[in-house]
Nanobody
């Protein structure tokens, strides 16, 4: 079955950089839409960045210029580099994959940014 495993979260200070990684198994990897979402404490889950099945990339307005999403075909991972982190970026970050109309989620990785 499809499995998504996130890694790379942690506790950092404001201004730091983190690189999150989502390892994909049990699914095709090419031409598959994937994305990173986050859920801040007490708030709804929201888009951070996504790669469509034709490799187009979208970023949330709040993250434009501060993050980069990329797909590593050799490692079968979708990575999210977060730069200039702010306390308001504190959230659980989730990887998402859409395949044949089904949406799959990873278990999430916690990112905490201290001021």
């Amino acid at each position: 079955q499809v499995q998504l495993v996130e890694s790379g979260g942690g506790l950092v200070q404001a201004g730091a950089t983190l690189r999150l990684s989502c390892a994909v198994s049990g699914s095709p990897f090419r031409s598959v839409a994937m994305g990173w979402y986050r859920q801040p404490p007490g708030k709804q889950r929201e888009l951070v960045a996504r790669i469509t099945d034709d490799e187009s990339i979208d970023y949330a307005d709040t993250m434009k210029g501060r993050c980069t999403i990329s797909r590593d075909y050799a490692q079968r991972t979708v990575d999210l580099q977060l730069n200039s982190l702010k306390p308001e970026d504190t959230a659980v970050y989730y990887c998402q994959l859409t395949l044949d109309g089904y949406v799959y989620w990873g278990q999430g990785t916690q990112v905490t940014v201290s001021s």
